[in-house]
């Protein structure tokens, strides 16, 4: 809901549709109708982020961390951030690690020199607004974790690690 506000019919300028920002194709391959109501939005999001959790779980161990690239793939798509990742890897950064080593690659396939690299499949991409999408959520959860008393049971939504059962 961080880009629309919580607007159950807001269109991006790309396509993204309703609360959850999904584009249709998205929808579709979940079998949802991302415009039928809010409630389809949210299930189709839900289920966006559930299969890159699928993704990116066995690529970065720590849990903070992967929050990070979910949020990251959930806004550039995945293949932008494994290219990102692939970047960093070939030029000395950590691949599991957002701050200042994947968001810098991110950033960086704007430029020919890198999204031409060898090691990048899916192209040229402008990072800057994903970059910022996730320090946007992170704040913002930040806040409400705040403002939000909090309960004894932790509520998860994502299958847990096969390394935490």
């Not at 109708?33 to 982020?49: F, H, M």
Request: hydrophobic share 35%; with cysteine; net charge positive.
């Amino acid at each position: 809901c961080q880009e629309s506000r919580f607007n159950p019919n807001v269109i991006s300028r790309v396509g993204a549709y309703g609360l959850m920002q999904i584009m249709p194709e998205t929808g579709k391959h979940f079998g949802i109708d991302i415009t039928s109501s809010p409630e389809s939005n949210i299930k189709a999001g839900a289920k966006y982020i559930i299969s890159l959790y699928k993704i990116f779980d066995p690529k970065i161990a720590d849990g903070n961390e992967r929050t990070k690239f979910i949020l990251a793939a959930y806004n550039a798509g995945p293949g932008h951030v494994l290219d990102a990742m692939k970047l960093a890897e070939k030029n000395g950064m950590d691949p599991q690690k957002w701050d200042d080593n994947v968001a810098v690659w991110i950033l960086k396939k704007s430029e020919p020199k890198y999204y031409n690299d060898s090691v990048v499949k899916y192209g040229y991409f402008k990072g800057k607004e994903s970059v910022a999408f996730v320090m946007e959520v992170l704040e913002r959860y930040a806040f409400y974790k705040n403002i939000i008393p909090e309960n004894n049971e932790p509520i998860s939504y994502l299958p847990q690690s096969k390394s935490a059962k």
